[in-house]
């Protein structure tokens, strides 16, 4: 071999890891290690999450997200509640990050790492950063929606990873505690109203947001989601006009093809005999029939 061709095969030899990826290298491999040194129980897992989850009836409404779908409600387990399932199933790691902005959105990333069982779950969510004018939001609510979008990230990847079948009736369990009892309601109604009120809500809004109710009107369920919308409002992932925005008068001609629409339809049901029993209302995520009861 020539002098020449040594001196080449020194510069094309690879180039070892740097000091970051050593560091990081490193640092997982503790976290494996104490992992498998310190496994989990799941007995400890169910009995921690559910003194957790049932600690308090604010603590419970917080396990819950819940959106209206079509004038009905939906619900369903809460970053919150992923948080404590993370904390109680050990041995989890999750982080999230900023992927990019794409046609008006921002894309995020989440991660979960169960160190224990060697496995990995990943979820990337869409947000709309523009107006309904097709401007961009001003950077504070950009802000906001990115770390709604994160949280939402870390939610579905923290239940991507830990089985439903472990949490699911310690969720069922956070739901009756956040239900209390008709002793304890009218003292929770006033006091969720008044929150919002002093968090900048708009009490015509609130209203139009649960199809018309009356403060005096307003349900159980209802206040899980007056109670999700508060948290968020005061945790800054959303604003108060976000959370409550306030009701669009319809379109005239839209709101007439709707009667008509409707007219034809009782007109054919008429002709054809009685309709079919109404399809039960389902979770979007999980396909399961929501009980009338919830």
């Not at 009905?72 to 999230?96: H, M, W």
């Not at 929606?145 to 699911?168: C, S, Y």
């Not at 968020?232 to 959370?243: C, D, G, N, R, Y």
Request: proline share 6%; glycine share 6%; charged share 30%.
């Amino acid at each position: 071999m020539s002098e020449g061709e040594a001196r080449t095969m020194e510069l094309v030899e690879p180039v070892s890891m740097s000091i970051v990826q050593q560091q990081e290298h490193a640092a997982l491999d503790v976290q494996v290690s104490t992992a498998k040194a310190y496994p989990r129980s799941i007995q400890e897992f169910q009995s921690d999450l559910e003194s957790w989850c049932t600690l308090n009836q604010e603590t419970a409404d917080e396990c819950f997200f819940a959106k209206p779908v079509d004038g009905k409600k939906i619900l369903g387990p809460s970053i919150r509640f992923g948080e404590l399932v993370q904390a109680a199933y050990k041995n989890l790691t999750t982080d999230a990050k900023v992927i990019g902005e794409e046609d008006g959105h921002v894309i995020v990333e989440a991660t979960c790492r169960d160190m224990e069982r060697n496995i990995a779950s990943r979820s990337q969510v869409r947000r709309s950063i523009l107006t309904k004018a097709g401007k961009r939001y001003p950077q504070h609510l950009v802000e906001l929606t990115i770390n709604a979008g994160m949280a939402i990230a870390r939610r579905n990847v923290i239940f991507q990873t830990v089985p439903k079948a472990l949490w699911k009736p310690l969720w069922n369990k956070a739901l009756a505690t956040a239900k209390g009892d008709m002793a304890t309601f009218e003292t929770r109604r006033g006091e969720i109203l008044q929150a919002l009120k002093e968090n900048g809500v708009d009490m015509k809004n609130m209203s139009a947001f649960l199809g018309g109710k009356e403060p005096k009107d307003i349900d159980a369920t209802d206040l899980i989601l007056l109670r999700q919308r508060l948290t968020s409002i005061q945790e800054h992932e959303m604003t108060p006009e976000a959370a409550f925005p306030a009701p669009t008068k319809p379109d005239p001609e839209t709101a007439k093809a709707s009667v008509t629409a409707a007219g034809e339809a009782l007109k054919k049901a008429g002709e054809t005999g009685a309709p079919s029993a109404e399809e039960p209302e389902r979770d979007p995520e999980t396909n399961e029939i929501i009980p009338d009861n919830i």
